[in-house]
């Protein structure tokens, strides 16, 4: 009966329920069989024509929670990236964070001269001999698309500050790319226009090897927003004062004083921090 019914997504478009999708994302978070059968058979009650996957997102968060806080943490991960606003900046620096995981150096927000004229780069990341221009799409709403627009834009920003960079003589043989990120997904006609100029785009799922979510959860690199056991405003006290990564909380544990939490509390935090890390 479930795989007969028909779920909404946030663009509106509608699909057939998958049993399978909702396993694996589940999997993916670090739930064991056990838990995922139990959580699957609930949702199975729960679902009716129509519903929108969002909901049936937040009522499987909200099971696997009630079992293993740090595993709904993981789960969560899609939303945790969008409550990192409101402004698109502790997004640059998750991303900037993530270059790094992958071995990368990175500036952050840089203002670059370009041939013709200066950019403000969102993230610039190098290893070796290349190097890599980023600019970063944050959504803090689901449904959102980036549109062919964006990468058209991004590439003649990234065409203007290689021709600069190619004129000074110890980077002629070093290697350019230009990169688009963002949280949410690309159009089609953004995606082919990236293959075609040679322009790297990272959506939530796309592509299908080296997605977003993919690199994070391999590179265990979670926001703090990602954690269950704090509400909207902790989270977003945390951001003001710039404690982006749960790994940030790791190395200054003090930052939790911030938030000035019951001891019971703050010691179930801490503990579901390590568990994330």
């Known amino acids: 009966m479930a795989n007969q019914i028909s779920v909404r997504k946030s663009s509106g478009e509608k699909q057939e329920f998958s049993e399978e999708k909702l396993y694996n994302s589940l999997r993916n978070a670090g739930a064991s069989d056990e838990i995922i059968q139990s959580i699957i058979i609930e949702i199975r009650k729960y679902l009716f ?19 293993v ?3 709904a943490s993981r789960y969560s991960l899609k939303l945790a990236i969008m409550e990192l606003g409101p402004t698109g900046y502790p997004f640059e620096k998750f991303i900037g964070a993530l270059m790094n995981r992958l071995g990368y150096e990175t500036h952050v927000g840089q203002i670059v001269q370009g041939n013709c004229v200066t950019h403000e ?3 610039i990341a ?12 944050y959504h803090n709403l689901p449904g959102k698309v ?11 920003r990234f065409i203007d500050v290689k021709t600069a960079w190619e004129r000074v003589p110890e980077n002629q043989e070093k290697n350019y790319q230009g990169w688009v990120v963002t949280n949410t997904r690309f159009s089609d006609d953004a995606a082919a226009y990236g293959k075609c100029a040679g322009l ?8 299908r090897r080296g997605s977003l979510k993919e690199l994070v959860e391999t590179t265990r690199l979670f926001p703090v927003t990602a954690i269950s056991g704090l509400n909207k405003k902790h989270k977003q006290i945390l951001i003001d004062n710039n404690y982006i990564l749960c790994s940030d909380l790791s190395v200054n544990p003090k930052a939790l004083d911030l938030l000035n939490l019951p001891p019971r509390q703050l010691r179930a935090l801490k503990t579901e921090i390590e568990e994330l890390l």
Do not use: M
């Not at 024509?49 to 079992?67: C, D, H, M, V, W």
């Not at 190098?126 to 799409?137: R, S, V």
């Not at 790297?200 to 592509?207: K, R």
């Open 121 to 123: 780069v969102d993230v």
């Open 49 to 67: 024509e129509g519903i929108p996957t969002r909901s049936i997102y937040r009522k499987a968060f909200k099971l696997l929670r009630n079992q």
């Open 200 to 207: 790297h785009l990272i959506g939530w799922d796309y592509p």
């Open 146 to 156: 980036c549109s062919v627009q964006v990468p058209l834009y991004i590439q003649s």
């Open 69 to 71: 806080r740090s595993t």
């Open 126 to 137: 190098w290893k070796n001999d290349l190097k890599i221009l980023i600019e970063c799409k």
